[in-house]
């Protein structure tokens, strides 16, 4: 995992985060069979506080990037960047305080099959631990195929460093072992930024999800 980049601006009592996006690395996604489903832009104005700091405006520009395996196996992650900004030693952008069920959400924006979702609430500790990030797990229940469950087991985190505020979503089918370890790979080996969206402009979202959910 390899985090850097990031571009605050202050300008007056307002403040302006952006980042490289994060991803995966040409030769991992080959690798492993995942491909980019869609590279998308967004941005939002909220306005913060922090400690004793008065309120501040900032404004912060996103981009997510989807990938997904080919074929008709349900299986992806998801990874949203945007820059990072601390006062007082409290992280400013609220993209970070998004839990586990929020980001959930927006990845259903990418797939549908997420309902009636349930974290994990027991399971072996060393099951949260991909290498150095720590995630939280869900298990959603797909519907049915055959009269049999079909259920999608998902995983969030958010890393951050001085840079970057990067949100991870994965998912997998519950019963595929092959999945299951590339979508803790992608976790362990994400890059920012990543050279797959070099030269690419990205798709701008008009209808702001991402808004709605902090």
């Known amino acids: 995992m390899s985090v850097s980049g990031c ?24 690798a492993t069979g995942f491909t980019i489903d869609e590279y998308q832009q967004g941005a939002i104005d909220e306005t913060v ?14 981009n997510i990037i989807s990938y997904s395996t080919e074929g008709s196996r349900p299986a992806g992650i998801m990874f ?12 400013i952008n609220p993209i970070y305080g998004m839990s586990g069920s929020d980001l959930i959400r927006l990845a259903s ?9 349930e974290k994990v609430e027991e399971y072996d500790e060393s099951n949260t631990q991909f290498g ?8 959603a229940n797909a519907g049915e195929v055959a009269g049999n469950q079909i259920n999608i ?9 001085d840079d970057a505020v990067v949100g991870i979503i994965g998912y997998h089918l519950e019963e595929d072992v092959e999945d299951e370890e590339n979508i803790k790979s992608h976790f362990r ?7 797959m969206v070099e030269g690419r402009d990205p798709d701008q979202i008009e209808d ?7």
């Open 109 to 117: 924006t990418q797939y549908d099959g997420f309902d009636d979702v």
């Open 132 to 139: 150095d990030i720590t995630v939280e797990e869900f298990i």
């Open 49 to 62: 506080s922090a400690g004793d700091f008065a309120e501040r405006d900032i404004f912060i520009e996103y």
């Open 189 to 195: 080996e994400f890059v920012q930024p990543t050279e």
């Open 153 to 161: 087991k998902l995983y969030t985190s958010q890393v951050r460093n």
């Open 208 to 214: 702001d999800q991402l808004e709605e959910e902090i």
């Open 80 to 91: 949203i960047t945007s820059g990072s900004h601390t006062i007082a030693g409290t992280e």
């Open 7 to 30: 571009m605050d601006m202050i300008a007056g009592d307002g403040i302006n985060l952006s980042a490289e996006p994060a991803g995966l690395s040409e030769d991992h996604s080959t």
